[in-house]
C-alpha cells in the first residue's frame, strides 16, 4: 500500500470539511504487527453523512483485484468481510478509495455497498466502475473533493 495515498486522502477530506464549514474529522490508523486494522481511515462527525469508515488503495493498471489487491487474515477471513464486518458493527457509512497509478493518476471514492456488489459478482472492479463515483481531483500536493454527496456523484 502507498501510505502517501492514505495521507493524501487524510488532507482531502480535512480540507473538504474546512472548506465547506462541516464538522468532521479523518485520521489514519496505526498499522501495527499485533493489532487488527480493519481500514485505513477513519472520519468521525457529529453528522451522520460523514461518519465514514475508508480503505486506500493505490495500484498500476486500470483494475482492482479482490485475490491480489486485499488479502486474507491468518484466520484466513478476506479484507473485503472484516472491513464489511467493521462498518456494520460501527454504523459508519463505508468508502473504497482507489488510486490508479499511471501516466495520469487518478482517484476515485466508491461506496462499500457498490463494492460489495462487485465482490458478490466477479473478480474485480474496472477503473470505468469507479468513474462513476465521487471523483478525487488531483491538485499540486495531492488531491481535492467537491463533494462527498453519493447522490450529487453517481453517474450512471
Known sequence: MN?????????CLN?????????????RLK???????????????PDREFYL????????????YFTSNFHKDKDGVHQIDNISGFVNYTGRKGFLAVEFRGRK????????KTVLEFFDKQASIPI????????????????????????DSHND
Open 105 to 112: 493518476n487518478e482517484a476515485y471514492l466508491m461506496p462499500w
Open 15 to 27: 480540507t473538504y470539511f474546512t472548506r465547506n464549514r462541516k464538522k468532521g474529522f479523518a485520521y
Open 128 to 151: 470505468e466502475e469507479f468513474r462513476k463515483w465521487i471523483p478525487l481531483t488531483r491538485v499540486a500536493g495531492g488531491y481535492t473533493l467537491e463533494s462527498l454527496s453519493i447522490a
Open 3 to 11: 501510505n502517501s495515498f492514505e495521507r493524501e486522502v487524510v488532507i
Open 31 to 45: 498499522q501495527s504487527t499485533f493489532n487488527t486494522q480493519y481500514v485505513d481511515i477513519i472520519v468521525d462527525s
Open 53 to 64: 469508515a475508508v480503505e486506500c488503495k493505490s495500484l498500476k493498471g486500470e483494475k482492482l
